[in-house]
């Protein structure tokens, strides 16, 4: 089945650090591909996707590629901020397969000053 | 337009007692779902749903009921409420993969305390 793999946390960062966090995946079919934020005490939004191979997707100066070849998604920013601090979610839908979305369990980002 | 609607934000149950967690969308979404969210586990599929009169079982259903008697509404039922049901949970909406990409919508948590 269907199954995404994220790094576990929590990453830890000072201000204006350089930023990746892990994704890969497997999928039957030909999955989109999504990150999710999560603030404190909020629910899920949607942070970026991509939907076929080699779509780079970008939100809030955050970027994942979409890379058939190495089934991956990983998620970079160039700069972050204390405002930044949030658990990260990687996601995928199968178009091709089911179509309950699959997610990663995760990965806490907390940004010092 | 308001989105992916929960209700109630926080309730606190005794153990046994009932109660029903709200969630409506206004998108038309086909696919409703909830999961409950952890410490440390992620987010788990508890029910989904394709459409009105449709329901299926996510990975953790034991002790939960749900229907879907119209697009909208998507309510979850917990029938006698136990601890281990302290959680927060979420509610989800997405267009089927025919019609969209398959991003979710998300209500913005209930969080239930069992005592």
């Known amino acids: 089945g269907d199954s995404v793999t994220q790094m576990e946390g929590p990453v830890t960062l000072s201000e204006e650090a350089f930023l990746t966090i892990n994704c890969t995946y497997t999928a039957t079919g030909y999955p989109s591909l999504f990150w999710y934020v999560q603030y404190p005490g909020e629910g899920l939004q949607l942070l970026l996707k991509?939907?076929?191979?080699?779509d780079k997707g970008s939100n809030k100066g955050f970027e994942a590629t979409y890379r058939k070849e190495t089934t991956s998604f990983h998620l970079e920013k160039g700069s972050v901020q204390v405002s930044d601090s949030a658990v990260y979610f990687c996601a995928l839908s199968d178009r091709g397969g089911s179509y309950i979305p699959t997610f990663g369990r995760g990965t806490s980002l907390i940004v010092h000053p | 337009n308001a989105g992916v609607t929960q209700t109630p934000k926080f309730q606190v149950l005794k153990t046994g007692q009932s109660m029903t967690l709200q969630c409506a969308q206004d998108?038309?979404?086909?696919?409703m779902s909830w999961y409950r969210q952890d410490p440390g586990m992620g987010l788990r599929l508890i029910h989904y749903s394709v459409g009105a009169g449709i329901t299926d079982q996510g990975e953790v259903p034991n002790g939960y009921n749900v229907s879907r008697s119209t697009t909208e509404d998507f309510p979850l039922r917990l029938l006698s409420a136990a601890p281990s049901q302290t959680s927060v949970y979420f509610c989800?909406?997405?267009?089927?993969?025919?019609?969209?990409?398959?991003?979710?919508?998300f209500g913005e948590g209930s969080r239930l305390t069992v005592l």
């Open positions: 998108m038309n979404h086909e696919y």
């Open positions: 989800a909406s997405s267009a089927l993969r025919d019609s969209g990409t398959g991003e979710l919508f």
């Open positions: 991509a939907t076929k191979a080699d």
